[in-house]
């Protein structure tokens, strides 16, 4: 499961005024759920087994198959994430020192359906591999693809001053741009 979730995407998500980052990855074996504040970071891992046993405790009138409660349970996390809530579903959140709980209200075939979803601290090689190597990545790739974009304007503006040195003019005044200047273009870039 946690080798499938590095597959998924992050997506934002607000409980009352709190905003988290969330991903989540669910088969018919269990899920696996991470949240982070950005100051902190959470999951759960549960197997079938202990979603059977947690939706006994949580919904006593409801006798469903563990492979329908997870399928629905994915549903209502994809909506989550995708930003996609319907008026019968609510999620709220309530941190503690030991973690932080996710309490889910919804319907499964028309009777109240709970759930909780107990998530524990995640491990540091689990934040490392999940959230800091992904953005350290995704900053290096960026800085490269500034650096490829700042040559290739250089010599867009190399190639103007030549087609301007043999005289050629442009037909629209407004389309006049000044050459470029990585040095005044980071500082705006670093001040907004």
Request: glycine fraction near 4%; aromatic fraction near 8%.
């Amino acid at each position: 499961l946690e080798s499938s979730l590095l597959t998924q995407p992050w997506a934002s998500v607000c409980f009352g005024e709190s905003a988290f980052l969330a991903k989540a990855c669910f088969r018919d074996s269990g899920y696996i759920l991470l949240i982070s504040d950005l100051s902190s970071v959470w999951y759960e891992s549960a197997d079938a087994e202990a979603v059977g046993q947690r939706s006994k405790e949580l919904n006593k009138r409801l006798t469903v198959h563990v492979s329908s409660l997870l399928h629905r349970l994915r549903n209502l996390m994809c909506r989550l994430l995708a930003g996609q809530l319907d008026a019968a579903t609510s999620f709220s959140c309530h941190r503690a020192a030991s973690g932080l709980s996710l309490h889910v209200k919804s319907e499964l075939s028309g009777l109240p359906f709970y759930w909780d979803f107990h998530c524990c601290p995640a491990p540091v090689e689990m934040v490392s591999r999940h959230l800091v190597r992904p953005l350290i990545r995704m900053s290096l790739a960026l800085q490269y693809q500034v650096q490829e974009l700042t040559s290739l304007v250089r010599q867009k503006d190399a190639e103007i001053e030549d087609y301007m040195e043999s005289g050629a003019v442009l037909s629209r005044d407004r389309l006049r741009t000044e050459p470029f200047r990585e040095e005044i273009f980071q500082q705006n870039f670093m001040a907004k």
